[in-house]
């Protein structure tokens, strides 16, 4: 499976790098900023989009349409954000993403919906 993660935060971009090459199978390009994750799609064309609420160049939110407008409409995508768990979902669902994970990921859960994903099974 083919993922980008977009994310600000360099530690974070490691982390869930990290989590990927454990979970295998998945395929990884991580973008600092909403203009170098559209600068990717040119060579890169993912199966699945985490993004960052807030990004140094713009946020998640007005990020999104944006790809899907390059990517197609129905690339699934997750906003991924240290907002509590309230304003992550509300955030979430009002922008159209398909789920919002809470910072700090568990590696554990990460793991088992990268895979589920990857397998094609519907989410809980």
Not at 45 to 64: A, K, N, Q
Not at 86 to 112: E, H, Q
Request: glycine share 10%.
């Amino acid at each position: 499976m083919r993922v980008l993660y977009i994310d600000d935060d360099r530690v974070n971009a490691i982390l869930f790098a990290e989590v990927c090459r454990l979970a295998g199978g998945i395929e990884l390009e991580c973008a600092s900023s909403g203009s170098e994750a559209q600068g990717l799609l040119a060579e890169f064309v993912p199966e699945l989009l985490v993004i960052d609420l807030h990004l140094g160049d713009t946020s998640g939110e007005r990020l999104l349409p944006q790809l899907r407008a390059a990517l197609g409409a129905s690339v699934p995508a997750i906003l991924c954000t240290a907002e509590s768990e309230a304003t992550g979902r509300a955030a979430a669902a009002a922008a159209g993403f398909d789920d919002c994970w809470i910072k700090p990921v568990d590696p554990g859960m990460l793991m088992a919906e990268l895979a589920r994903r990857a397998a094609g099974r519907p989410g809980p």
